[in-house]
DNA sequence: CGGTTTTACGGAACACGTAACCATG
DNA sequence: CATGGTTACGTGTTCCGTAAAACCG
């Protein structure tokens, strides 16, 4: 199977019309039809049912469609990776949304300069939930994820840290002035609601800076990783929260990466991070 | 970046000869030449370093070897399992090796007929270390794998047991009579060369009939899963082995499956390998 | 009829093979 | 000088776009 072909059928697959399927590839619909038919007859499976007025998908194209979308980004990603290999300055990609690396990075890319095989590290920021994205696609080399936040699979990775989570509020929020609280006592209140999460009826938000503004402006409160403290605004106070979920910080990269500098950056973050637990445990 | 372009590079790569690796792929050697020209050009990167006499992997040549072979199985992957799905009789293949399953298989197998969106079940068996491949090239659709020897990096999977480890001996060996043993106690003694592992100087073995057959003439004695005591020649008695590995049965699955059919069998094997642990524990 | 997919046809691009060429050990 | 990669050139396939036809609500 030709990724062309296959890219063309993850177009029809999605848009389920086979104009604007064309249209988006930037071809004209014949060749599209045609193309199809091609990859259907060497197969040997139907892949959709087509009436002239509407397109469906059969058992095995929702499996190709599925299966073939990770291919083609699998594809592409090989592509970059090598495309930035290539390039004189060696250097690795990070990529992390704001706040995403709970406070360990700034010394992690200090002890990883000393290295003696340190290559530069370009930090890329980039918004809730997209870092999955950029490391499949090869943009990135390495990613800092959150779990249970973030989906991990696929990649290998490392654990940094296990962080408890705090509730952040105004400050004269009636929880405001407690040591602790459980998560009944936030029964009730107005939790945000992150762009993929359906439930709950709070604002929609995208990021810790829209939540931070809201929670200031006493529209919502939010339970986030206790990391959060190390640059919380002035005008917020955070609360641990006795039972809620455990957060762990992971760096991720991808499984078929060999690099001298990728391990040696990775070997850096678990260490930095080690001693950052110690010094927590401590304190 | 065209499929049919990364597979040419690949197989350069992996002969570093254009002769031999036009011959491998059918071809001639100058449309070889001339479509990795083509995709360094498109890439604007060098894969290959090549003097009349010897080619060589460039750094970004490396990356596109090990990013690419990757992109290939999951495009070839997607290709077997849309074409499988598109089969009028659905159905799931497993494959294990020989004794890979803990004896659980059975109950698993009969367990899961009962349920009602139960379809065929495709046994397959093959060699040590061969279920990985079958997986992500798409030729089953579940593996039993075995930590730490397998390698489940890239698949969803879900633990079924953790067993401690036995050797297995000849009935007259010096340590047949014990109650357990340590790693120790087996210092000086032959054991097995599995086929990757280099170390070891004992002879060379590619499954476990081959191994008990020699256990059997006193050639070597080998350190085994507790369970394949569920099968054991009658000439032959297998020892706990009290600071040996844990090793532990996984069955494994392409994190692309959305199948009800396949969820169900896995949670099946779950709930039986659960009731199973219970039994032992009991026991 | 209206919107959508498929068939028909002509042209352009691409990929292949043979043969000649060139470079290096 | 021989082994092995590259350039040159002619041929066949494939892929595309336009135009016309078939299909279904």
Known sequence: MESRELAYFVAVAEELNFGRAAARLGIAQPPLSRAIQQLERRLGVTLLERTSRQVSLTTAGEVLLHEGRKALTTLESAERRAKRAGR???RLVLVMKPGGDAGLLEQVLDRYAEHPEAVEVEVMICGIGEQE???????ADL???????????????EELLTEREVVVLQRNHRLAGRKSVRMSDLAGEILPRWTDECPSSGPVVRDTGQVTQLIALGRTIAVLPQSVTLHLRRDLVAVPVIDGHLTTLLIAWSEESRSRPLAAFVRTAAEVAAAHTGVEAAG
């Not at 994205?133 to 943009?139: A, N, P, V, W």
């Not at 990613?143 to 990775?157: E, I, Q, V, Y």
């Open 133 to 139: 994205g950029f490391l499949r696609d090869g943009t």
């Open 143 to 157: 990613a800092m994820l959150r779990l249970p936040h973030d989906d991990p699979s696929g990649f290998a990775t």
């Open 88 to 90: 004189v300055d060696p």
